[in-house]
């Protein structure tokens, strides 16, 4: 009764972060990097690392090992992937939110399929778009605010699942030396994220302290509702997540020197 399933595209919205530093969350890790090339890396050219759709390959490549975690390069599991914190601000037009998701526990990543994936070291970029089948997301969240008429306030569990979900990530890098030995890593100063639902069920338990008459009315309407509900977050969500994907890939990226993969 909670969970609608139509499925509907949405407009993408390309979002600009100011300033990536002042946003992002370094991950703290003092593993030392790769030094010799693990089975699953892949190889490509540094003078066309996309020639044959190589970068591509190299990329979807890496997936299995991510999802499964490096824990020699402190690389933990992407599967489930575990985010500390998202939050919404949205102060006008039809929705009015504040506060956010806590300790979300994402489950689906490792089955990503990568569209592209492209790397261009002369004009420092590394773009890649993600095709995601199946997100189901645990959370904690803590709301307060109107969605038109209706106020919305609680905190509790949520679940949510995301079908069909599409993300395209464009990065600005540089080459950066490793700080503990010197291997030349790509770093990634800027990201941009933009993404698209093909459909969301949501479920917030415990709204209005439990009233669940109220509640079952609003979670109904978010449901019904859902494209322009994510419309509605879309800004703060993209910038959310580009937060967050900024931090994990640098992390990624800077335990693989470039030596083991780019020859
Ligand atoms: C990945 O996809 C398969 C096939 O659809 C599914 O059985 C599995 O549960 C998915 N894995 C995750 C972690 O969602
Ligand atoms: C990285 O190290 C190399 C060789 O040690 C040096 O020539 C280069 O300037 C360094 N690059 C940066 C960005 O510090």
């Known amino acids: 009764m ?77 599967e489930p992937l575990n985010i500390d914190q998202v939050s919404v601000s949205k102060g006008s037009g039809n929705l009015v939110l504040s506060g956010g998701f806590q300790n979300l526990v994402v489950r689906g990543p490792s089955n990503a399929t990568v569209r592209s994936a492209s790397l261009d070291l002369a004009r420092r970029q590394l773009n890649f778009e993600l095709e995601l089948p199946r997100l189901r997301i645990r959370a904690k969240y803590n709301l307060k605010g109107n969605i038109l008429l209706l106020p919305l306030v609680g905190n509790g569990d949520v679940a949510m699942a995301l079908k069909n979900v599409r993300t395209a990530v464009y990065t600005k890098i540089s080459l950066r030396n490793e700080t503990l030995t010197g291997d030349e890593i790509i770093h990634i100063d800027e990201m941009k994220v933009s993404f698209q639902v093909g459909a969301m069920r949501i479920h917030l338990k415990n709204l209005f302290n439990g009233n669940e008459i109220l509640a079952a009315s609003i979670n109904a309407f978010l449901n019904q509702n859902g494209n322009e509900v994510i419309a509605e977050l879309r800004p703060d969500l993209e910038l959310g997540l580009a937060d967050i994907f900024h931090g994990l890939w640098n992390n990624v990226f800077s335990k693989m020197p470039t030596k083991l993969w780019l020859l």
């Open 2 to 78: 909670f969970f609608y399933t139509a499925s509907w595209s949405l407009c993408v919205i390309i979002y600009l972060i100011p300033s990536a530093s002042a946003y992002t969350r370094e991950i703290f890790n003092d593993k030392p990097p790769l030094q010799e090339r693990p089975p699953w890396l892949q190889t490509c050219k540094r003078s066309s690392p996309n020639e044959n759709k190589c970068f591509r390959q190299l990329f979807e490549g890496c997936f299995p090992a991510l999802a499964a975690g490096i824990p020699e390069i402190g690389v933990k599991s992407f």
